[in-house]
Every structure is written in C-alpha cells, then in structure tokens.
C-alpha cells in the first residue's frame, strides 16, 4: 500500500476552558499507522506523533527530541469521516478532530 500524504490538515483542539484552537498539520496515513506532524504550534510544539493502529483507532506519544522531555499521549479513532481523539499532554487532556480530504495524495512510502 502506498502512503497517503496530506498536507495543510485543519486540526481542531478543544481546551480544557472550552476554547477552540486550531493548528495546521501534515497527516501521513501508511500501513498500520498514521503520524501527524504539527510543526507551527503556538505553544510548546513542533510534535511528531507517530500512532500506531490497535484494533479500530490509532494511539502515539510525540517522537521529537527536545531538551526538555513533553509527555504526551494521544489516542484517535474515525468516526464517520471525521477522527476524533483525546490528546494527553503534561497530564492537561483535549478534544481533537480532523478531516483528511478526500481527494488522496499518494507518495512512496
């Protein structure tokens, strides 16, 4: 199977004080797996969270190295046509969900 790049995927997060962010992400879908790489958060990102398919939704840590270590887990399942997940950072968790677009960009994987 070849892998499925998109680029510029709108992802929403869901605060803990019920305030919207959104942030700009490449998702890459392969088999077994899909990563998504958020290199222009506004707070302590750039992540690069590598989930892994388990059953019927994907669970990831964040793989960046950095100086100082960012705990982070995130689980995320499809529903419908849209994911939707818990993302676990520092012990503060979030909503999140995403669209993938429906036209596919095929890359070598």
């Not at 392969?30 to 994907?58: A, N, T, W």
């Amino acid at each position: 199977m070849a892998a499925q790049r998109y680029p510029e995927v709108s992802i929403q997060f869901l605060t803990p004080d019920d305030e919207a962010v959104n942030v700009k992400a490449t998702v890459l879908l392969r088999q077994g797996e899909m990563v998504i790489d958020i290199r222009d958060q506004p707070s302590s990102g750039p992540y690069l969270v590598c989930g892994e398919k388990v059953d019927h939704f994907f669970a990831g840590v964040d793989s960046l190295e950095r100086e100082e270590n960012v705990h982070l887990v995130a689980r995320w399942a499809l529903l419908g046509d849209v994911y939707v997940g818990i993302w676990i950072e520092e012990g503060t968790e979030y909503l999140f969900s995403f669209r993938v677009p429906r036209k596919k960009v095929t890359t070598r994987a």
